[in-house]
């Protein structure tokens, strides 16, 4: 699986936006882009996956670099419970399973 | 999203007893499950990887031996600590697919050991 480089740690206002960048310069062309979270004492939370182009949904949005070696997960509005750890992995088309990183700790602050 | 459940919650056992950590897919058919752990501090570990009716897929450094996965149906995977020790006291989490879909996680089992 190709590898992904996340920053250890991130802090956010609330109430304003947050973007958690991800690098991932080996992605091969049939891997797609997978964004989960995990609260504390929790199980991981999908929240949005992508492959080329930029995805919206109701909880994020996820912006992918034109060449891919990168993507950024955008929170529109951060909350106190979005304070979580988000992992950004990389899975080929048909694989099957997901290998999970060290993560980036986003804490809000109120 | 699809809702996974996972039962017991958490479980303190001896050392040497064995315990059972069911997963269940409530609302899809999992064709493939997958068991994770979490020691503290530290990501997700993948265990095993299990298709319906198929013997489970151990990672390297996962005893088959000791962490019984029994997958029998599309709704229901099973893992069993066998002969428990403070150890194993770790957050187990379960995971379900079906197909090439989005994988969904358990709320995860905290086991302690004594």
């Known amino acids: 699986d190709a590898k992904t480089t996340q920053p250890n740690s991130m802090e956010s206002n609330e109430e304003e936006p947050v973007h958690l960048p991800c690098n991932h310069s080996t992605i091969s062309g049939t891997d797609y882009i997978h964004w989960y979270r995990q609260l504390p004492s929790q199980g991981p939370e999908y929240v949005i996956h992508g492959l080329t182009s930029n995805v919206n949904n109701r909880m994020a949005s996820l912006a992918i670099a034109e060449d891919r070696k990168s993507s950024t997960l955008i929170l529109h509005r951060a909350t106190l419970r979005d304070a979580a750890v988000y992992y950004c992995i990389l899975r080929e088309t048909g694989a099957n399973n997901l290998f999970f990183g060290t993560g980036t700790r986003l804490t809000v602050i109120p | 999203g699809a809702v996974v459940s996972q039962h017991p919650s958490w479980v303190i056992c001896k050392s040497g007893t064995s315990v059972k950590i069911e997963c269940r897919s409530l609302d899809f058919q999992a064709t493939t499950m997958f068991w994770y752990r979490q020691f503290p501090k530290q990501s997700l570990m993948l265990m095993a990887t299990?298709?319906?009716?198929?013997?489970?897929?151990?990672e390297q450094g996962v005893e088959k031996d000791k962490f019984l996965i029994n997958h029998a149906s599309l709704t229901l995977s099973t893992l069993t600590v066998t002969s428990a020790h403070p150890e194993d006291s770790s957050f187990y989490i379960c995971?379900?697919?079906?197909?090439?879909?989005?994988?969904?996680f358990g709320p995860g089992t905290r086991l302690l050991v004594l």
């Open positions: 299990s298709n319906e009716g198929s013997k489970a897929t151990y």
């Open positions: 995971s379900a697919r079906r197909g090439r879909e989005t994988q969904y």
